[in-house]
């Protein structure tokens, strides 16, 4: 009976081993899962001052592998205001390799900016005259402001305008001539000194006469009557302009060069890391055994709990090692938040096999997705599926040494790493 007394222990050892297992893995299992209790509203966390935010983010990260080197390439968009002085900069281990910053490149994003202008020029001429006026302007203009827009401005010929410059007093002579027939001498008493034309009245200042009939004397051609052609002036004034001036209109497109965005691009070369070679232990001389000699059956007294220690040691801790691996495989390895990473709304569970994450059951369209680093780590260079109803977004992972997260846009359709 003694005999097999130490078999009951370790039968009663494996069978509370086995009753305690699957509520340790309950137990685990039902940490995982949501909790479903009421609990109080979260406060919406106040948003980060950008002016507080030193350290820049990369808009893309791309990892090399060529010809056994490593070079990992990432790319900063920098607006007006940033610092490239806050680009990460220090070296850094990743999956076995160190990488070290070699260059950094810059590349200025430039634009332009049009707009409609229209320019007015001036000119004096000697005359009103239309078509001598358009002769002496430009069909085109080449424009240059003083806060640097250009551009090649067209004449508009309805905007083309002519006015008086000034207006001065001028003195004339006005002329009138009149007739005066059969008149029978060329005396100048028989012709009016003034007379009055359009109110104006002028004075006699030549005549010229013409025999109007003739009469034959003593065989001589006598005029027997005369025509008096009397010519009258007089002095006259009016108002007449001193010049012209003419403005016309030149309208077009001119435009301006912007500064936009600065790209920096910041390439990290890998050297891989070579573990420090183990010492290589000296061998021990092996002892001769004695001679065998028969050895007694011992016999295990009533009281002799001590060798079942080590037993039950062992026991629990194949127990704690089956719940923590059980744990491991079952855990939630994905958080899901609403509103940026603010409010955890449900968790998940991926991995090489399923790399699927189903956001159906959730409200919203917009949500911030962290996988924690041992997962993102496993999964570095892989690519993970976000589902929304119908709707299929895909992410290629860049593992950095930390939790990785995600941000999911079904509205705008997009998602990227936020680092």
Known sequence: MNRHRPMRIACAALLAVALLLPCG????????????????????????????????????????????????????????????ADIFRDTFERDGWRYTLTD??????????????????????????MNKIISLLSPSLEYQSQDGYAGILTLDLSSVKCEAAGYKNSSYTVTATREYPHLSTNDLSLIPKTITDNGR????????????QTANVDYYDIPSSYRAVAKYTAKASRSVATGY????????????????????????????????PKPTPMPEPTPTPPPATPTPEPIVPDSG???????????????????????????????????????????????????????????????????????????????????????????????????????????????????
């Open 104 to 129: 950094i490149t810059e590349k200025r994003v430039s634009g332009t900016d049009a707009r409609s202008h229209t320019e007015t020029v001036e000119i004096n001429t000697d005359s009103n005259d």
């Open 305 to 419: 709990d001590t060798p079942f220690i080590p037993i039950l040691i062992g026991l629990v801790a194949l127990a704690a090692l089956t719940g923590a691996g059980a744990y491991f495989f079952m855990r939630r390895n994905v958080k899901i938040y609403r509103d940026g990473f603010r409010v955890l709304a449900a968790k998940d569970k991926i991995s090489a096999k399923n790399k699927l994450i189903d956001l159906s059951p959730l409200d919203g369209d917009c949500f911030g997705i962290e996988i924690d680093a041992l997962t993102a780590k496993a999964l570095n260079g892989q690519t993970v599926e976000v589902r929304y109803g119908q709707n299929r977004l895909k992410h290629r992972i860049a593992y950095e040494g930390n939790a990785y997260r995600i941000e999911a846009d079904f509205a705008a359709n997009t998602i990227q790493a936020v680092y």
């Open 245 to 276: 001036i003419t403005t016309a209109d030149y309208t077009g497109e001119i435009v301006k060069p912007v500064t936009g965005d600065t790209v920096y691009t910041a390439f990290f070369e890998g050297k891989e890391i070579n573990p420090a």
């Open 201 to 212: 009245t002028l004075t006699l200042d030549d005549v010229t006469w013409e025999a109007q």
């Open 25 to 84: 893995l309950t137990t685990f299992a039902l940490e995982a899962e949501p909790q479903q209790t009421e609990q109080p509203a979260a406060v919406p966390l106040p948003p980060y001052p950008e002016d507080m935010r030193d350290e820049l983010y990369p808009a893309d990260v791309q990892t090399l592998a060529v010809d056994g080197a490593r070079q990992i390439i990432k790319t900063y968009i920098l607006s007006v205001g940033q610092s490239p």
